[in-house]
């Protein structure tokens, strides 16, 4: 009897991508999404079937344990077919890293029954006061920004600050939360990233309680993604959606660029030597840019499988590779988009919306031009703290 190959195993060759049928389906309804402003429900039954929603939970809790390397392949592939599909998936998955830091009876219960979709903000916007009976916390108020797939989850993880002034991370069922229709945006459209507070006062207990900052809550459960820094596996998923939108932008042109043919000319786009120049040099910077972004992603692994600590230069260059990925993928989209001509300035042009989610990704403070300068100052002046 043949063994089983390891979790994070390559596919055989030929075989399908685990999520072809979420693939097919996001990008059929890509447009309509956009158009709508929510997932469309054959996406959104799909996507909560896909354990790309839960790609960190240990494999005791039945989760694919993926490593960060895996992880940005798997979302970067869904990112191909639609941001917006993605975004959910690499934000539940960076949720679901809580994981490993709470007690594995309250980790069980979560995840313990198949894929669960977790939003999550790390922002603290809630207040707190002591539960004094079962030594958990009762959140008391709390609004917070930036709630992607909020409204479609089943569990959402919030800051917030205790009567103690301790910041906790606390992980809370979605029905104790009124989610806001109130995402208004240029791109990401579908992912519902507006805003979410308290319904009423509610009690988290203990074993749902864990601090924010990551240092201070270990990890329950052995194994090297308990230990992995949670910020670089996090950007790493965010930046898998940029470069995967990039490369479903670039099939989108490429087809285009075939059968389209330029004024007063027979010659195709494919077939000019300028836009063949101009296209070339764009793939090029985002395939370097990714590679770049996948060697420190690999190398942070390598570091915490072996049972290093990773240095203070080695998480910035982890850091900075991924917003320096994420900026490249934008310029590729709109190299794109520039490179269509007049085919490409309709509304409903897919490359139009590849380009709106490219601004919105480049926009988040997890993959902001500020990780850059901070690995220039670990350069530069190893000793200066960097900005908060």
Known sequence: MNAPPPPNAPPAPNAPHPDADLHDLARRHAAEADRTARLPEPVRAALLRSDVISLPVPAAYGGPETDPVASFARVAALAAADASTAWYAAVSA???LTAWS???????KIWGRGPVLVAGTRRVGGLATADGAGGGVILTEGRWQWGSAARDADWITVG???DTGRELLLTVERAAFHVNDDW???GLRATASGTFRLAGPVRVPAALCRPLDDAAAPAHRPGPLGRFAAPAYTSGLFCAVALGNARGAVEEFEERARTTRRLATDATLAATD???RAHARALVACEAAEALALRTLADAWDDTVRGRALAPVA???TRAALAHATEVARDTVDACLRL???SGVRLDSPLQ???RDATVLTAHHYLGERHIADYGRARLHPTEEPDA
């Open 340 to 342: 269509v001509g007049s």
């Open 102 to 108: 709470l007690p594995p009876e309250a980790a069980h």
């Open 94 to 96: 960076s949720a679901a």
């Open 315 to 317: 998480a910035a260059r």
């Open 274 to 276: 300028h836009v063949r």
């Open 160 to 162: 917030a600050r205790d």
């Open 353 to 355: 919306r590849r380009q």
């Open 184 to 186: 208004q945006a240029i």
